[in-house]
């Protein structure tokens, strides 16, 4: 059931009803304009409750154990006292462009916590396999009274970029002793992170991944780094501890940092600079569709296509002609 006053979901989200949560970032997440027309309603008069909560993204390659990380974090800062939220992005499904690697059973054990709330949302296939609503699902959590957001990445693509635009301190996994660290690493992440963390640093692992730390550490000597009060470091982990000293280090650090960058300013700086980052890319979003959803591009793209590939117009004339048919209303 829909309702058509914002206020009803508000309200629910507010007083942390789950079950109201769960129904608002479904519509949050629906492509059906009027229900975006209500989404942006209840966006705007949730978004003074929200913004205190920090913000970690989480990427690394697959079998870096990523889930296992998140679900060993998640259970240590709920018993810590926290509201944890996980919004976990999956690759959609090509078929029914739904989640298709389902987080919650990847997380058996955190999904069950009271004060935890995962949420596996398709990526819409938008660049990178990031959700396009990621940034207002976070909005939503954080006013239902989440006060750590967890994202993680596919760790494929762009989707590293785009989810280190939306969170204060961007984590990358790395897995030792699985060839050449070095030459494994793209760069562009490593200018991203906030902090390595050398994951699966247990048993017979445990030699390899000091050895992985020590060259990840020497790689990012060469970069500079993204803030003057922080030096990213290189840390070691695992989620088999009994202890999680590993993990417990690495939550520090996530605390370190958030107090260094509040005191000298960045912190705040940096939320104002991914709000106007959010409204870009919605405007860029917003272009696109009205673009395709244009009756004379509807009409005439098929036309044009068809022309370019068998090389009777050029890419650049087709590109032309198809945009100024939007000044000929």
């Known amino acids: 059931m829909i309702w058509d006053d914002p206020r009803e979901y508000v309200r629910g989200v507010l007083s942390g009803d789950r079950r109201m949560l769960a129904k608002t970032i479904t519509l949050v997440e629906s492509a059906l304009p009027a229900h975006q027309q209500l989404a942006r309603a209840i966006i705007d008069q949730l978004l003074p409750h929200a913004g205190r909560a920090v913000r970690l993204g989480i990427t690394g390659v697959p079998g870096v154990g990523k889930s296992t990380f998140i679900e060993s974090l998640g259970s240590l800062l709920v018993e810590d006292g926290r509201q944890v939220a996980v919004l976990a992005v999956d690759p959609s499904s090509q078929r029914s462009g739904g989640s298709i690697m389902a987080d919650k059973t990847r997380m058996e054990k955190l999904s069950t916590r009271e004060r935890a709330f995962i949420r596996p949302s398709p990526s819409g296939g938008t660049l990178g396999g990031v959700a396009r609503k990621t940034r207002e699902t976070m909005i939503v959590c954080e006013a239902a009274g989440y006060d750590v957001m967890i994202v993680e990445t596919v760790g494929v693509g762009q ?81 088999l501890e009994e202890n999680m000293t590993g993990i417990r280090r690495l939550w520090q650090t996530v605390l370190d940092h958030r107090e260094r960058l509040d005191a000298s300013g960045e912190l705040a700086a940096k939320r104002k600079a991914q709000a106007l980052e959010w409204m870009w890319s919605l405007i860029m979003e917003g272009l696109k569709d009205r673009f395709y959803g244009h009756p004379k591009v509807k009409r005439k793209l098929p036309q044009v296509i068809n022309e370019v590939k068998n090389g009777r117009i050029g890419p650049t004339a087709a590109a032309a002609e198809l945009l100024f048919l939007l000044d000929k209303d």
């Open 159 to 239: 989707s590293e970029t785009t989810v280190a635009s939306m969170v204060d301190f961007f984590l990358v996994l790395m897995l030792a002793g699985a060839g050449d660290e070095i030459q494994g690493i793209k760069k562009g992440v490593l200018e991203l992170a906030d902090a390595i963390a050398v994951n699966k640093a247990d048993g017979d692992n445990l030699e390899k991944a000091e050895r992985a730390r020590q060259q990840y550490e020497m790689a990012l000597h060469y970069l500079r780094p993204s803030s003057p009060s922080w030096i990213p470091p290189v840390l070691k982990c695992s989620s």
